[in-house]
Structures are given as structure tokens and as C-alpha cells.
């Protein structure tokens, strides 16, 4: 009997597919015709269509999965875990990838042995959750055991590199264009906090850095963490967001400081002997340390010290 001619019962079985009902015939551009059968397969993903010969004839036993099952050994192919290392590898590979330029493309690769699965798996395993997602400790450097674990979603929009065409050296400290002001935030829970200003971006990355140790275990900037007055005004300033007080953000109090130009020619002299510290000096005239900077700078009452500027 012909495949043209055979009847085709609802419900038969061939291999790991089961009949539902005959499908339209296909067409070949030549104008030859084929009979098809919708099927559904027994690893149960969505019925499709197959030739009638491919079916009846043997040749065609399942939608692939007992294909995939026979190189697939460790049976997780359609798991989260596995759809995890797949996007892993895409992204480093697949140079039309829309995230390839952010990853392979900027020289993010991962560890030979984790082109397999199972490799990947046996590293991995044992801190594995549902809630967790697949995160790189360093963002410079690519996938491997030791570079990689499992973070909670706002642990990983915490763990970022900078802006693409960020002028700034450090994660999370910012240079105000306007007065040269060195302000420093960081985010938890979706808020921004404010840590404080700082005479320099190095010491705006070890405020930073001191922040995320508290907040998430890590310290992004690579500073040494170390007990000094950086880690007293960062850990003030996080009980004070704690407690639901408010801080102004960065550059906000060089406009509303209290001072006169000779009190401003005062802090000028005394920052410039180096006798005291600039946070002495400030807390001294009642402004902030980031005031006291900027008026040693020029940045701010400029025309007042202009005249021993020059001298």
C-alpha cells in the first residue's frame, strides 16, 4: 500500500509519537505533494508536523529528543540550570549575540572545560538556587569557577562595571563638573545613598568600596579596606539612611554655606599651611570638608583669595 493511499488511525503509535489527526498536505514548489500527520511526542513539547512516510516508515521516531537524550547524557537539557551555561556560551560566542559586543567581544571568555555542560555543572552545583542567577565576582574577567557564583538579582545590578564613556575612575564616585566636587553614592534595594564628598577619587573609591563591603561582601574598586575616619563617616552615613534620614546630594551644600570672604580667606590660609586637615578646618568653620577642598582649589570664592593666589 502506498503512502498516498494508507489510512491513518488517530492514536497509533510510532516510536515516541502518537497520531492526533492528519495535517494539510505539503506542497513542493515542483507541485508534487506529501501527506503529513500532527503529532505529539511522549517528552511532551508541542506537537508538530512530520511526513507520513518519515513516520510510518520508521524513520522519523520522536520530535529529537531522543536524539539530543542519546549526546545529552546528564538528561538537564530543558532545565534552568542548562539554559543558563547555554547563554553563558552564547554570549561569549555568538558574535550576532545582541550582549556579544559586552562580552566575547570585549575579550570575555570562559574556562576550556566549560564548553561541556557537565563541567560546568560539577563547578557549580552545589550553591545552586532557583532565585539565584549565574554572576561574575571580577567583570573583567570571564567565566570560570573561580570568578563566578550565584547572586541574588540586585546583587548583580550592584555588581557593574562603569558607563560605557564614563569620565569617572571609579565605580560609584562622581566628579561634579560644575565645582570639581567628589560625591559618592551607592545603590540598595533600588535607592540611591548618599555617602559623602571626598578631596579625592581615590579616597571617594575606598568610601565606596567600604559601603559595598557592608552592604554585599565586596569591594569593587580593589581599595584595601583598612579602619580609619573613611570607614567611620560611611558606616555613620548608612545608619543614618538606616534610620530614614536625609541627605543632600553631591554639590548641594556649596551653595548653601555660610561663609564671608574673609572667613573664606581664613580657610584658604589654613588649608594651604597644612597645619590642620581639611575636615579639622571645616569642622572648625561649621561647612563641610568638600567646601574647604574647593576653596583651596580656586574653585570656590575664587575672587576672594584671587589676590593671595597671586602672590
Keep these: 500500500m502506498t503512502w498516498n493511499k494508507r489510512e491513518i488511525i488517530k492514536g497509533e503509535v510510532y516510536g515516541e509519537l502518537t497520531v492526533i489527526c492528519e495535517a494539510p498536505v505539503y506542497v513542493y514548489p515542483s507541485g508534487r505533494k506529501r501527506r503529513r500527520l500532527l503529532c505529539s511526542c511522549t517528552c511532551e513539547s508541542e506537537p508538530k508536523e512530520y511526513m507520513i512516510n518519515a513516520v510510518v516508515g520508521g524513520n522519523t521516531t520522536s520530535c529529537g529528543c531522543v536524539n539530543l537524550a542519546r549526546i545529552t547524557t546528564h538528561g538537564m537539557h530543558k532545565t534552568r540550570q542548562y539554559q ?37 555543572w560539577e563547578d557549580m552545583q552545589e550553591t545552586y538556587q532557583d532565585h539565584l542567577t549565574l554572576d561574575r565576582i571580577d567583570n573583567d574577567k570571564g567565566y570560570s569557577k573561580e570568578n563566578c557564583r550565584w547572586a541574588e538579582a540586585k546583587f548583580q545590578s550592584h555588581n557593574q ?29 533600588g535607592k540611591t545613598l548618599h555617602l559623602g564628598t571626598y578631596e579625592t577619587e581615590e579616597l571617594g573609591a575606598k568610601a565606596y568600596d567600604d559601603a559595598s563591603e557592608i ?23 548608612l545608619d543614618g539612611h538606616a534610620r530614614g534620614e536625609k541627605f543632600r546630594s553631591t554639590g548641594s551644600n556649596f551653595k548653601n554655606a555660610k561663609l564671608n570672604e574673609s572667613k573664606a580667606v581664613e580657610i584658604y590660609l589654613l588649608a594651604h599651611e597644612g597645619v590642620l586637615t581639611q575636615k579639622e578646618i571645616g569642622d572648625k568653620f561649621g561647612v563641610n570638608q568638600s567646601i574647604v577642598s574647593a576653596i583651596k582649589r580656586g574653585a570656590l570664592w575664587k575672587e576672594a583669595t584671587k589676590q593671595i593666589q597671586n602672590t
Design 161 to 189: 562595571r562603569k558607563s560605557k564613556g564614563s569620565k569617572n575612575k571609579y565605580l560609584g564616585v562622581r566628579v561634579d563638573d560644575f565645582c570639581d566636587n567628589i560625591g559618592v553614592r551607592i545603590k540598595r534595594d
Design 84 to 120: 543558563t551555561w547555554a547563554d553563558m556560551k552564547t554570549r561569549c560566542d555568538n558574535v550576532k549575540h545582541k550582549w556579544y559586543p559586552e562580552y566575547g567581544g570585549r575579550g570575555i571568555g570562559y574556562q576550556d572545560s566549560w564548553s561541556s555542560f557537565e563541567s560546568f
Design 215 to 237: 552592604i554585599y561582601g565586596d569591594r569593587p574598586n580593589k581599595t584595601l579596606p583598612e579602619n580609619d575616619w573613611i570607614l567611620d563617616k560611611v558606616t555613620a552615613r
